[in-house]
């Protein structure tokens, strides 16, 4: 079920229609001093031919300016647009994204990690949204990409609610030194945020920006 599309992108749209004022602000300025060096100027000394030259192409060069910034705007609009649309596509699908945050759902979460070594007795830490540690444990760790599935089980011997967890491996090789544990979180997509520079998924309570996204596949 999608929970929420939140926000626009008006990020870049907002950016050029502020330029478009600032160049209609100098544009109306450079004609308020043309029409009065116009008015004062000596008539014993007129204003070279060449000069007057100059300044109307001056202003033509202002005019198009103003005019290639509406068109931008439209552009832009027409852009945001038609990402947002794609982006929906995104709900529904299960994602797999950089970071230490995962969704538990109905005792289920998992994290896929990389190790750039083996590692035994590594420690497992994972916490609620919260920072407070809901369960530890320590585990052997194959060197290269794995997966972490927790079932929602804490220390106490209870049952964690459905939510946000962030997990934390630490681990240290036969001479002590530490093995570098790269981490990715999975879970489905139920909504999207617009509101930002960048568009996030929504997982739960989970946010995920775009850029961190690594793949993308179907909620089978």
Do not use: C
Not at 70 to 92: F, P, Q, R, W
């Amino acid at each position: 079920m999608v929970d929420s599309i939140t926000g626009s992108s008006s990020a870049g749209s907002s950016a050029a229609s502020n330029s478009t004022n600032a160049l209609s602000s100098n544009y109306e300025m450079f004609l308020s001093l043309l029409t009065a060096q116009l008015k004062v100027q000596d008539p014993l000394d007129p204003l070279k031919a060449e000069d007057f030259t100059n300044q109307l192409v001056q202003y033509s060069s202002v005019e198009q300016q103003i005019k290639l910034n509406s068109s931008m705007d439209t552009l832009i609009d027409k852009v945001s647009s038609s990402n947002a649309t794609n982006l929906v596509g995104y709900i529904g699908q299960r994602v797999t994204a950089t970071g230490d945050q995962s969704v538990l759902i109905d005792g289920y979460a998992t994290w896929e990690f990389d190790a750039s070594k083996s590692a035994e007795d590594a420690e497992i830490t994972i916490r609620n949204s919260m920072g407070a540690i809901v369960y530890s444990h320590t585990a052997d760790i194959s060197k290269g990409k794995g997966a972490y599935v927790w079932d929602g089980r804490t220390n106490s011997g209870t049952t964690a609610p459905d939510g946000a967890y962030s997990i934390e491996f630490s681990a240290k090789d036969a001479n002590g030194k530490k093995i570098d544990i790269e981490t990715e979180a999975t879970g489905i997509v139920d909504g999207i945020d617009f509101s930002g520079s960048e568009p996030v998924l929504k997982m739960g309570d989970v946010a995920i920006p775009l850029s961190s996204v690594t793949s993308v596949s179907a909620n089978l």
